[in-house]
């Protein structure tokens, strides 16, 4: 049998992480909850990556924790999710979650996580803690009601209930619903986009989307270093292809 575990690679700018485990609809051991952080920081200082995907094995995203692996108490347990949530919602590149099947509980902390989702039809989403007794983290649901807004976050945190993909749509929790097939094309096809953009703005604009608001002298600053401003006024004008270099990830 297969061992849980997360996925690898990277290529063309684009790192790839799955989640696998596929006798339990790839739910999170304690062991991957604790490998996740170590394994997102090389991915962030490496130069050769320029986005990062969230996916499951199979059809499957993410059915959440897999409890029967957590040994810890109730707290230590919902650290070690915390700790691997913060950790990809710090990754300083922008993230996106390609979301199949079922993203319940631990994976729907993991998707909304992430910069943006993509889901396939037939995809159901929920976060299920009222089902357990179990009270969400303060930062999860802060981030969940900065998603879909404080009523669509109470009828997912109060009812535990499952949703649709589309009924996901349309309270952004995910940002695109794909026919059953294309998920992959669509998901490959704006990482290429996302990987030709200056990394530069997305790297400032993921700051202040999240909230941070003493950057701008600093932003202001790797602007007029990093020449991609330059770069970019003079690819638009001579009509091909930007060639941008800024390479930061955006600092302390």
């Known amino acids: 049998m ?20 596929p006798a339990k609809r790839n739910a999170m051991t304690a062991a991957m909850w604790r490998a996740l952080p170590g394994l997102l920081a090389p991915l962030a200082a490496d130069p050769a990556v ?27 347990q919902q650290s070690l999710a915390v700790r691997a949530e913060e950790a990809l919602a ?12 079922y993203c319940v509980g631990g994976g729907s902390q993991l998707a909304a996580a992430c910069d943006l989702r993509f889901a396939e039809e037939g995809a159901l989403f929920g ?3 009222a089902k357990l007794g179990i009270v969400y983290p303060s930062s999860s649901t802060r981030r969940l009601v900065s998603l879909v807004g404080p009523s669509a976050a109470k009828y997912l945190l109060f009812s ?6 589309d009924r996901a749509l349309r309270t952004g929790l995910v940002d695109e619903v794909l026919p059953t097939g294309e998920l992959g094309k669509r998901v490959a096809e704006f990482a290429r986009t996302l990987v030709s953009r200056s990394q530069l703005t997305q790297a400032a604009a ?10 701008d002298a600093y932003w202001a600053e790797q602007a007029r ?28």
């Open 90 to 101: 710090a990754f300083p590149k922008p993230t996106l979650a390609a979301v199949r099947g």
């Open 2 to 21: 297969e061992q849980p575990q997360l996925e690898q690679s990277v290529a063309d700018g684009v790192a790839t992480v799955v989640i696998s485990n």
């Open 206 to 215: 993921k700051e202040y989307a999240a909230g941070r608001t003493d950057r």
């Open 225 to 252: 270093g990093s020449g991609d401003t330059a770069e970019g006024i003079a690819a638009f004008l001579e009509r091909r292809a930007p060639r941008f270099t800024y390479g930061g990830a955006g600092g302390a």
């Open 127 to 129: 976060i299920t803690p």
């Open 160 to 165: 535990a209930e499952l949703v649709d993909a």
């Open 50 to 76: 320029r986005v990062l995907v969230l996916t499951g094995a199979g059809a499957t995203f993410c059915a959440g924790a897999d409890i029967s692996s957590l040994s810890e108490p109730g707290d230590e």
